[in-house]
């Protein structure tokens, strides 16, 4: 599959604070979605994004398809314990076939 | 729906072994993937069908993988013989064509295989 470099790899976050993510290829998509994974589950879908330059929120989820096609942002404001888990960037261009990055673990502390 | 059921949720075998790990996609879904997750390698898609036939196998690493779509209902995913590389979790998904949102295809919780 194309190539998804997403960061950063991990972080710590505050509970309460904001949180950024982003998401890069090397090739051209025209869907970009996020993921959550949580422990021992399949990933789930938080954000679909179908058209360039397209910001889309999903309470206090806000998702970002870049001006490129090229990369993708999500961010999670207002922190909250639940958010911890394994975000992931996916990106498809005319088919089915979803190219992963290799996620973002949060944690948060309390 | 109940979702996406895959079985079991657990597996280990020993080298050399024939695996089958099984799926039954949403009901009414007519696209069915496979994908294997390790810490490696991430998600990576092995296969996916379209109303039970394979469209692109592309993804399955050699001959020892193979998968099934008998009907609308099921699918397997088979190696023969399993090697100690195949460690990983497997997940099954499925979407429905022309649905909103139907990349955001719906994930089973995935089989955790373990060859020693």
């Known amino acids: 599959g194309q190539q998804l470099n997403q960061s950063p790899q991990s972080m710590f976050i505050q509970e309460g604070e904001d949180v950024s993510m982003n998401c890069t290829s090397s090739?051209?998509?025209?869907?970009w979605l996020w993921y959550k994974q949580d422990p021992g589950e399949g990933p789930v879908l938080l954000i679909a994004?179908?058209?360039?330059?397209e910001l889309t929120s999903n309470g206090r989820l806000t998702a970002q398809f870049g001006i490129t096609r090229k990369d993708s942002f999500l961010n999670i404001s207002a922190s909250i314990p639940s958010d911890v888990g394994i975000y992931f960037c996916?990106?498809?261009?005319?088919?089915?076939?979803?190219?992963f990055g290799a996620g973002t673990t949060v944690t948060v502390r309390a | 729906d109940a979702g996406v059921i895959q079985s079991p949720r657990h597996e280990v075998t020993e080298m050399g072994q024939e695996v089958t790990l099984r799926c039954k996609p949403i009901?009414?879904?007519?696209?069915l993937f496979w994908y294997r997750q390790t810490m490696m390698r991430g998600l990576e898609l092995l296969i996916y069908?379209?109303?039970?036939?394979?469209?692109?196998d592309s993804g399955m690493p050699e001959d020892r993988f193979s998968a099934k779509m008998p009907n609308a209902s099921f699918s397997t995913l088979k190696i023969q013989p399993s090697e100690p590389r195949d460690s990983a979790v497997y997940f099954c998904?499925?979407?429905?064509?022309?649905?909103?949102?139907?990349?955001?295809?719906?994930f089973g919780s995935g089989t955790r295989l373990t060859v020693v």
């Open positions: 998904a499925s979407t429905l064509e022309g649905f909103d949102n139907n990349y955001g295809y719906t």
């Open positions: 090739s051209i998509f025209n869907t």
């Open positions: 994004l179908y058209k360039a330059g």
């Open positions: 996916a990106g498809a261009f005319n088919d089915y076939k979803l190219s």
């Open positions: 009901s009414g879904h007519d696209y």
């Open positions: 069908f379209n109303n039970n036939v394979p469209i692109d």
